[in-house]
């Protein structure tokens, strides 16, 4: 048995009155796809709100490798080791595809630089520069985007921004990486694109993948397990043929 | 290796000639073919470059909206000049103005960090009013001073340094504050400080450190306007309180957004031409004719701004644009997207609140706005 990566214990979170999301048992095993889906306000965001330290939990904990991190804040949790992409797109937009990618770069251990060193040009900036340039080229290479790598990133279309945050995200070399409806207002070829992309995201960086989406095809062609929420509360949990065919989520998707 | 092909001469164009100046202008003050108001003029220049540059930082690459420049400035003036005042006549004029800037401008950054905590919670229009504050209370503090400490209402007594050479020092000390703005801002960190710009929600996901950005750039910032400060104290006798009001922090802020935000040399031609202006104005227009110095001045002012943003001059700018004619002079190789990497854009002025900070997920934890279902099409 692989060991758990993420584990959440009865994580939940009220705002006032609403309980957006309540009694969240997730357990997310290493190298998995995991998939969260759901109509709209289940309160998938929520959750990843949640793990990435934007909201504070009211109830329960989440466990990232075994240490707790509930409470803490976003920096700290990314640098702990969780990375996410945001459902409408937040690139920095009036830089360069590369420097969007470099910006992730930024806390890995091995691109260390202060702040006097850069100031003075010493030669460990001209060393790290270097290094993380072809770092970041590596990583646009494999989501496809090397050939972009000067444009500004307003200028890319929609398709290229989506693969820009992650691999923006990818950048900061998450255990976890969380990618909010990552195939949103991309086209079926794109789509299955994205897919490859996200398999070799996970073969070649070893990690683990938490994922919205609302494409069912993808969800089922993707993900290992699911998990299916609904007013914030769990519906169904398994493998995805078998929690998208429980009648509780059928009613939830189609009504009735 | 590739760092260093990357090398544009646009990078580099700036220390060249603001070098070239001090050298020529220095060689012509020593010979004495350089007139005393000239001299006047360029440490007027110099200190505003200082300030225009180090207040771009903030504003143009930081994103925050600081009108409290001329206090961080004050504090310098005040506190590096009484330390040259004092220590010139034992350890002669020149240690003392170093030793000045020094003091000065480590006590301005103190205060840039005091400043820049609040800016970790409040943006834009918020932030810009708390700074506004700060700049009016210290002018204020050292207007009621008392007569032996700081010179209350009559200003503090301050060595003149001699004109010949004071213009060179200032030249050099503009040179010192563009290597440090244009290295950070040329490196990991400046990448940091303008993704905080760009979207502060995406930059903490990145792991950005944001607290010590905001407060290194703010520190950095009003170090330069407090060594800025000790200058202008020695090309002065005295100085005045009041002129560290509410007038001159904005004054500093127009250098900045005429010069383009987050456009370092545009900031630079910018200071030099209104301070040159300012000055020519005050010379020209004497007697019966001094009430209309600000009325030119201000007319100026809206001519430019219009020019640099009515959409019916869009062609005509971009035809000709000072960055058009100069790529045809040099050739620049390269993607000429690349050079527009630290720039933003003009109608980024960081005065508007943008629906991002309504939506902003850290405001409150029971903010009832969750930030990713506000948009529409959403589903």
């Known amino acids: ?256 | 290796m590739k760092t260093r092909k990357n090398v544009k001469p646009t990078h580099y164009i700036n220390y060249v000639v603001i070098t070239v100046a001090a050298i020529v202008l220095g060689i012509l003050s020593l010979v004495g073919a350089l007139p005393a108001s000239y001299q006047i003029i360029l440490e007027n220049i110099a200190i505003a470059i200082t300030l225009a540059v180090s207040l771009s930082m903030v504003v143009g690459f930081l994103g925050e909206l600081s009108l409290g420049h001329a206090g961080f400035m004050c504090v310098g003036a005040y506190l590096g000049g009484k330390v040259v005042y004092v220590l010139s006549p034992s350890i002669g004029e020149i240690p003392a103005l170093l030793l000045g800037f020094v003091v000065g401008g480590i006590l301005a950054a103190i205060c840039g960090i005091i400043i820049g905590l609040p800016a970790l919670r409040l943006r834009g229009d918020y932030l810009a009013i708390v700074t506004l504050a700060f700049g009016e209370i210290v002018w204020s503090l050292f207007m009621n001073s008392s007569e032996e400490s700081f010179g209350g209402a009559l200003g503090m007594p301050t060595v003149r340094i001699d004109k010949d050479y004071l213009f060179i020092i200032a030249l050099v000390v503009v040179l010192i504050c563009l290597a440090v703005t244009q290295n950070l801002i040329r490196s990991k960190h400046g990448r940091a400080i303008t993704s905080i710009r760009d979207n502060e929600i995406a930059a903490k996901a990145t792991g950005i450190n944001v607290t010590k950005y905001k407060l290194a750039v703010f520190a950095i910032s009003a170090f330069f306007a407090g060594v800025a400060g000790v200058l202008l104290a020695s090309s002065n006798y005295t100085v005045q309180s009041q002129k560290f009001n509410y007038n001159y922090s904005i004054e500093i802020l127009v250098m900045v957004v005429l010069g383009g935000m987050g456009n370092i040399n545009g900031s630079i031609i910018a200071a030099a031409l209104i301070t040159f202006l300012d000055i020519k104005l005050q010379t020209v227009l004497t007697g019966e004719l001094a009430v209309m110095q600000d009325l030119v001045y201000a007319l100026i002012l809206i001519v430019i701004v219009i020019y640099n943003n009515a959409p019916g001059l869009k062609a005509f700018r971009e035809k000709y644009n000072f960055k058009n004619l100069l790529a045809k002079v040099i050739k620049d190789k390269n993607d000429p997207s690349h050079a527009r990497d630290d720039e933003a854009k003009w109608d980024r002025v960081p005065t508007k609140i943008q629906m991002d900070e309504v939506l902003s997920v850290d405001v409150q934890v029971k903010s009832p706005y969750t930030p990713d279902k506000a948009e529409k099409g959403d589903n």
Request: net charge positive.
């Open chain 1, 1 to 256: 048995m692989s060991k758990i990566v993420l584990k959440t214990e009865n994580l939940g979170i009220s705002f006032g009155g609403l309980k957006a999301v309540q009694n969240l048992d997730l357990e997310i095993k290493e190298k998995q796809l995991y998939g969260l889906v759901g109509p709209n306000g289940a309160g998938k965001t929520t959750v990843f709100n949640m793990i990435t330290g934007v909201y504070k939990p009211t109830t329960g904990r989440f466990l990232l490798d075994g240490e707790d991190l509930t409470g803490k804040g976003q920096e700290a949790i990314n640098h702990k080791g969780i990375a996410r992409t945001f459902q409408n797109i937040r690139l920095f937009n009036n830089m360069t595809v590369i420097r969007n990618v470099l910006v992730g770069l930024h806390n890995q251990p091995e691109f260390k630089c202060s702040m006097v060193e850069s100031i003075f040009r010493l030669p460990r900036h001209f060393k790290t520069e270097k290094a993380m340039r072809e770092r970041a080229k590596e990583i646009l290479r494999v989501v496809g985007l090397e050939d972009e790598r000067n444009n500004l990133s307003c200028n890319l279309p929609y398709g290229k921004q989506r693969k820009l945050e992650i691999a923006r995200a990818l950048a900061t070399n998450p255990k976890l990486l969380c990618l909010d409806e990552p195939a949103a207002g991309m086209n079926p070829n794109e789509t299955a694109e994205l897919m490859d992309i996200v398999r070799h995201i996970r073969d070649q960086f070893n990690v683990t993948i938490l994922l919205i989406e609302h494409d069912m095809k993808f969800v089922s062609g993707l993900c290992d397990e699911i998990t299916v929420l609904n007013f914030g509360t769990v519906l169904a949990q398994g493998k995805p043929e078998v929690a998208l065919s429980d009648p509780e989520v059928i009613k939830a998707y189609i009504g009735g």
